[in-house]
Every structure is written in C-alpha cells, then in structure tokens.
C-alpha cells in the first residue's frame, strides 16, 4: 500500500509539473491571439493589453508557486528560488545573452554577413584610422570624464555636508541627472553655438564678447579641446550622482572615529586622506566604476552635439555608423564586441567588490 501510495503520488507529481507549464503556455498564447486579431479600438487595447500584463505575470508565479508547494519540503527548498528568479534569468538571456553570441559570430563576416573574413574586422578596428581616433577619444572621456566627475563630486559632497544650505546645494547639482543624454545634448548645444560674423546667441560666445574676446567655434576646435568641451557635460551630469553616493558613504563614518582624530591633533587633510578616503574605498571604486561604464557607452551626447565630426568620434558613434548607416553588419558588430570587451573588466571589479562587501 505504502509502495502504491508513493507512485500515485509521483504521478500527481507529474502530471501537475507538466500540466501547468502547459496550461500557462495555452492560456496566454490564446489571449496573445485574441489581442492580435481583436477588432477593439485602441485604447481600449491598450488598457486590455497592460491588465493582461500585471495579471498574467501574478498568475504565472502564482501557479508556479502551487506547483512547487506540492513537493516535499526538501524539494520545495531546492526549486522555490528557480520558479522566481528563473523567469528573469531566461528573460536575460533571451535579450543580452542570444544577442551577444549572435553579435560575436556576425563580426567574423564581411558586411553582407555572407563570408566569412576570420580576424580581418579585428584587425581592421585597430588599424583604420577614425576608429584609432575614435578609441582615442574614448579614452579622453574616460580619463578626464571619470576623474573630474569623482573628484568634483568627493569634493562637494564633503563641503555640502559642512553647510547650512545642504539640501538645496545638493538638490542644485544633482538637478541635471533628471535630464537625458539627449536633452542635455540639446541645452549645451545653445550654450557652445557659434555663429560668425553675427549677434551671437550662444550662452559662452555671449559671454566672452560681453567680456571684449573673440567668439569661438568651441565644437571645431584643434584636438583635444573640442572633446573636452563634449566632456564638460559629463561632468555637469555625472557629478551629482557622485555627489550623492559619496555623501551617503561618508555620513556613515562614524562620528566618533573623526572627533578622536581631530582631538590627536589631525587636521582636515590628514582626516581625509587617512580615515575617509579608506572607510568609502568601496563606494569609491563603485562609483568609478559605474561612471567608466557610462564614458565607454558614451553615445547620445557626441551624436547629438557634433554628430560625430571635427575629430570627436568615439566607438559607440561609430558603432552606429557602420552598422546602421554603412549597412556593413561585420565592422558593426566587431565595433559592438569590442565596446563589450572593453566594459567586462569593469564589471568583474565592481562584482568582486559587491563581494567583499557581502552583496552577494
């Protein structure tokens, strides 16, 4: 009896564990159907659309959730944490993973995608001169983008926290992370506009003229200088994020820690350097991190601003340019691969630091 009892109930087991991915598939690909052939107006489609959405998500845990719930407990240990995070895991690989392989294997081909041309868009990357210029470029932004954006928003963070006007300091210079890449493209776009031989509505042009000097074309300037202007909004963007981060880190120093050192004799610099810097090191490196990662993809600004021109380039623009443009899907995708290698270096030292600190 006891025997028979078991296999029953392992095939319950079974039947449930295949019912109910089964049933889930049948249930929402009918409802995918209905919404593709429904003649409903569109707003109502819409709202339709979006209930199916939160709902169906909920009721696919939900009877995920039961089906697990019906194993012994030892079972439902094991498989609880893949019934709610496998989910996201197949989600991401359906749309980093797939893509990524897909994207690898489509930069050892010519432009038609057709023949096979081996290392040649490796080498091609690293010889052709806009995309020597355009690694160049990146560099500069990651170099003066990444160091002024940490140093400027270490230093605020520390001389806000000391004043009686925190809040609105603070809320000022993090104001610009609530605008887009984009948008702030345009804002900075009027500010540098230079028009010869006319009135000049540029917001730096008008100064320097209302100061007696001679207007200037800021984006077409020699190298360096018109990658370090594109690089100035970075700056304004980026050095708020910093700012916050950095504030939050350095207000959990203890409060005891700096008066003792400030009643042995240590002055302001000394804290600095020997108990402040050490204590927020992770967030440091954290934020560097992340802020590196941002100038490697740096995109919407160049794009926006000059269009990639007067030597201002980076990968990402040019990325762009060849696959999109160009239609040579080899050249595009080896740019798109090295962009990827460039940035995995950076995420391995912010996981290995997200474990020292017990993220994970």
């Given at each position: 009896?006891?025997?028979?009892?078991?296999?029953?109930?392992?095939?319950?087991?079974?039947?449930?564990?295949?019912?109910?991915?089964?049933?889930?598939?049948?249930?929402?690909?009918?409802?995918?159907?209905?919404?593709?052939?429904?003649?409903?107006?569109?707003?109502?489609n819409?709202?339709?659309?979006?209930?199916?959405?939160?709902?169906?998500?909920?009721?696919?845990?939900?009877?995920?959730?039961?089906m697990?719930?019906?194993?012994?407990?030892?079972?439902?240990?094991?498989?609880?944490?893949?019934?709610?995070?496998g989910?996201?895991?197949?989600?991401?690989?359906?749309?980093?993973?797939?893509?990524?392989?897909?994207?690898?294997?489509?930069?050892?081909?010519?432009?038609?995608?057709?023949?096979f041309?081996?290392?040649?868009?490796y080498?091609?990357?690293?010889?052709d001169?806009?995309?020597?210029?355009a690694?160049?470029n990146?560099?500069?932004?990651?170099?003066?983008?990444?160091t002024?954006?940490?140093?400027?928003?270490?230093?605020?963070?520390?001389?806000?926290?000391?004043?009686?006007?925190?809040?609105?300091?603070?809320?000022?210079?993090f104001?610009?992370?609530?605008?887009?890449?984009?948008?702030?493209?345009?804002?900075?776009?009027?500010?540098?506009?230079?028009?010869?031989?006319?009135?000049?509505i540029?917001?730096?042009?008008?100064i320097?003229?209302?100061?007696?000097?001679?207007p200037?074309?800021?984006?077409?300037?020699?190298?360096?200088?018109?990658?370090?202007?594109?690089?100035?909004?970075?700056?304004?963007?980026?050095?708020?994020?910093?700012m916050?981060?950095?504030?939050?880190?350095?207000?959990?120093?203890?409060?005891?820690?700096?008066?003792?050192?400030?009643?042995?004799?240590?002055?302001?610099?000394?804290?600095f350097?020997?108990?402040?810097?050490?204590?927020?090191?992770?967030?440091?490196?954290s934020?560097?991190?992340?802020?590196?990662?941002?100038?490697?993809?740096?995109?919407?600004?160049?794009?926006?601003?000059?269009?990639?021109?007067?030597?201002?380039?980076?990968?990402?623009?040019?990325f762009?340019r060849?696959?999109?443009?160009?239609?040579?899907?080899?050249?595009?995708?080896?740019?798109?691969?090295?962009?990827?290698?460039?940035?995995?270096?950076?995420?391995?030292?912010?996981l290995?630091?997200?474990?020292?600190?017990?993220?994970?």
């Amino acid at each position: 009896m006891e025997l028979q009892a078991k296999k029953g109930n392992a095939l319950r087991l079974l039947l449930v564990t295949l019912l109910v991915p089964a049933l889930n598939i049948a249930i929402h690909w009918l409802i995918f159907m209905f919404f593709r052939d429904s003649g409903l107006p569109p707003v109502a489609n819409a709202v339709l659309a979006v209930l199916w959405g939160a709902l169906g998500i909920y009721s696919i845990y939900w009877s995920f959730n039961w089906m697990v719930e019906q194993y012994p407990d030892q079972w439902q240990r094991r498989l609880l944490p893949f019934v709610f995070v496998g989910p996201a895991v197949l989600l991401l690989g359906w749309l980093l993973v797939l893509p990524t392989l897909r994207t690898f294997w489509l930069s050892f081909f010519d432009a038609s995608s057709v023949d096979f041309v081996g290392l040649a868009n490796y080498a091609a990357v690293f010889t052709d001169r806009l995309l020597v210029t355009a690694l160049r470029n990146n560099l500069l932004w990651v170099f003066f983008g990444t160091t002024a954006c940490v140093s400027l928003g270490l230093l605020i963070a520390i001389l806000a926290d000391r004043s009686s006007f925190e809040r609105l300091a603070k809320a000022i210079i993090f104001m610009p992370m609530a605008i887009s890449f984009v948008a702030a493209g345009v804002i900075w776009k009027f500010i540098y506009y230079y028009q010869p031989e006319q009135e000049q509505i540029g917001l730096l042009n008008a100064i320097v003229v209302a100061l007696g000097g001679e207007p200037q074309a800021w984006l077409s300037m020699v190298q360096p200088w018109n990658n370090l202007f594109l690089i100035v909004i970075l700056i304004w963007m980026q050095t708020g994020f910093a700012m916050v981060i950095f504030s939050a880190a350095i207000k959990s120093i203890p409060e005891d820690m700096l008066e003792a050192a400030r009643m042995d004799g240590a002055g302001e610099l000394r804290i600095f350097f020997s108990i402040m810097i050490p204590y927020i090191s992770g967030t440091l490196l954290s934020v560097t991190t992340t802020i590196i990662v941002f100038t490697l993809k740096i995109f919407d600004v160049v794009m926006i601003m000059t269009g990639g021109q007067y030597n201002t380039e980076v990968v990402a623009t040019q990325f762009y340019r060849q696959l999109f443009m160009y239609q040579n899907a080899g050249y595009g995708s080896t740019l798109a691969i090295v962009l990827l290698i460039a940035v995995i270096p950076v995420i391995v030292i912010n996981l290995r630091q997200f474990r020292k600190e017990g993220g994970f």
